[in-house]
């Protein structure tokens, strides 16, 4: 009983890092995003931050209810249509983010591309 005690502890903090590893390569590939990207401007550090927690928080809420993941690569158009109303939307929800229909849409296209060469398995 002592074991799946500590694989409990092991397993809990295990999930904690890699949640912020998902968080620190959203938001790795979010800046790369937006650097590339005309129309999209992230303002601070912070702002990035905020930003890459309500990415992931709007697309787990988009998978929880539909079941269906915004991820421009491997999920043909919707999953890159997903992709670019999700950046889209993110701007109203912080401040300091701004992007356009047509930045999204190109947005989702570098996201893809940037999210694909980035070992590991976040999401957007």
Avoid: E
């Avoid at 990035?48 to 992931?56: G, R, S």
């Amino acid at each position: 009983m002592h074991d799946s005690q500590v694989n409990q502890a092991r397993t809990g903090g295990s999930t904690a890092w890699q949640i912020v590893g998902r968080l620190v390569a959203s938001a790795v590939v979010l800046a790369i995003t937006a650097f590339f990207t005309p129309g999209f401007t992230i303002n601070s550090f912070w702002t990035l931050a905020i930003a890459a927690v309500v990415l992931t928080v709007i697309d787990y809420l988009v998978i929880k209810f539909t079941g269906l993941h915004a991820s421009p690569f491997g999920k043909g158009f919707v999953g890159f249509a997903l992709a670019a109303i999700v950046l889209y939307v993110t701007q109203f929800f912080v401040a300091g983010y701004s992007i356009s229909w047509i930045a999204a849409i190109i947005g989702a296209l570098i996201y893809g591309v940037v999210d694909y060469f980035i070992p590991g398995n976040q999401s957007m």
